[in-house]
């Protein structure tokens, strides 16, 4: 029997008075592609910050793999293995793709942390886990290139590629084809397919055909508050969402 991996209970972050999340329930089922969907507002992104550590809650819980992780600090959620990539791209522009995956893996150790003047031996872990997260994404022919002569989808991809590092069981892609041109949307599906293999994705993302082809389950916020929830084709087929939020998109 398939376990949640990620259970979010009663969650709910406030501002002062306006709440960006109230009384979001949530489980995501290990082994899955897990969609969080919703308009602009919705509090999509302050659920992924509250997940990952970045913000506190104001109230509820969070449990990955039945240990409740609710106060745990956002440097320690990747050590418990959690990973993250983001909506806007973070990268170190001027180094290879090679030596970003590799600082990426690198900050993950408390006592290197981003230290940049230590030589990197030629049998260093990270680099050998950078070329093999390199060969799953297809992007070896890229290991060489400064990230800031990628193209904004291998930016993206090379993102992802980051939060890899930290060999994830569950990975949280915010809006992972945020910016992306239509030649590049097809790589990323490819990319989710290949990821599910390896371990459970959470992700919020806009590109509603992308949602329909890869995951099995979405939870659609409206106003911070949980309004559905089940496979693509019910919330497809649910009137209060298309109502809300797609309208002739579905």
């Known amino acids: 029997m398939i376990e949640p991996i990620l259970e979010v209970k009663s969650l709910s972050k406030r501002y002062g008075d306006f709440y960006a999340n109230r009384n979001v329930d949530l489980k995501v089922m290990a082994d899955t592609v897990h969609a969080v969907i919703g308009p602009n507002g919705a509090g999509k992104t302050t659920l992924f910050n509250c997940l990952a550590g970045a913000v506190a809650t104001s109230d509820g819980h969070i449990f990955f793999e039945e240990n409740e992780i609710t106060g745990e600090a956002e440097h320690a959620r990747p050590v418990l293995g959690i990973g993250r990539s983001f909506q806007i791209t973070s990268l170190f522009p001027g180094l290879s793709v090679l030596e970003n995956l590799r600082l990426a893996g690198q900050a993950l150790k408390p006592a290197q942390g981003l230290v940049f003047w230590h030589p990197v031996p030629h049998d260093c872990p990270d680099i050998f886990h950078a070329h093999e997260v390199l060969e799953r994404m297809g992007m070896q022919h890229l290991a060489q290139k400064e990230a800031e002569t990628l193209s904004h989808g ?46 459970t994705i959470l992700l919020i993302e806009h590109n509603v055909g992308l949602v329909a082809e890869v995951c099995d389950r979405v939870t659609v916020l409206q106003n911070g508050e949980v309004i559905a929830d089940g496979t693509p084709g019910e919330v497809a087929a649910n009137e209060k969402v298309k109502l809300a939020y797609l309208g002739e998109a579905l």
């Open 154 to 199: 291998q930016q993206r991809m090379l993102e992802i590629g980051m939060a890899l590092m930290a060999r994830p069981r569950l990975l949280l892609l915010d809006e992972p084809t945020s910016g992306m041109g239509v030649d590049d949307i097809p790589q990323v599906i490819s990319l989710i397919k290949k990821l599910r293999e390896i371990c």
